[in-house]
């Protein structure tokens, strides 16, 4: 069931709120981040973000003894090797 909501200027752009309702319902909780887009037929669509990781975050657990050592494979057909 929809719910209906105001649009409130925030600085120079607009907000609504999410009724917390709904946002426990989708897993939002204050601080998440959301993707958010304009269809063609003027709906809004405001999506959960994936969490992107930044190569830092990626590589920050990494250290010498947990590298795994780059494996080839042999040759198996008549590849040229130079």
């Known amino acids: 069931m929809p719910v209906q909501v ?5 600085g120079n752009s607009l907000g609504l709120r999410v009724p917390r309702d709904i946002a426990a319902r989708v897993g939002l ?4 981040r959301v993707d958010i887009e304009a269809s063609e ?6 999506t959960r973000s994936r969490r992107r990781f930044t190569l830092e975050e990626l590589l920050e ?20 090797i130079s």
Not at 6 to 10: E, G, T, Y
Not at 29 to 32: C, L, R, V, W
């Open 6 to 10: 105001q649009i409130a200027k925030w």
């Open 29 to 32: 909780t204050e601080g998440a």
């Open 41 to 46: 037929d003027g709906r809004i669509i405001i």
């Open 61 to 80: 657990g990494m250290t010498p003894d947990r590298e795994h050592s780059l494996e080839d494979d042999a040759p198996r057909g008549e590849e040229i």
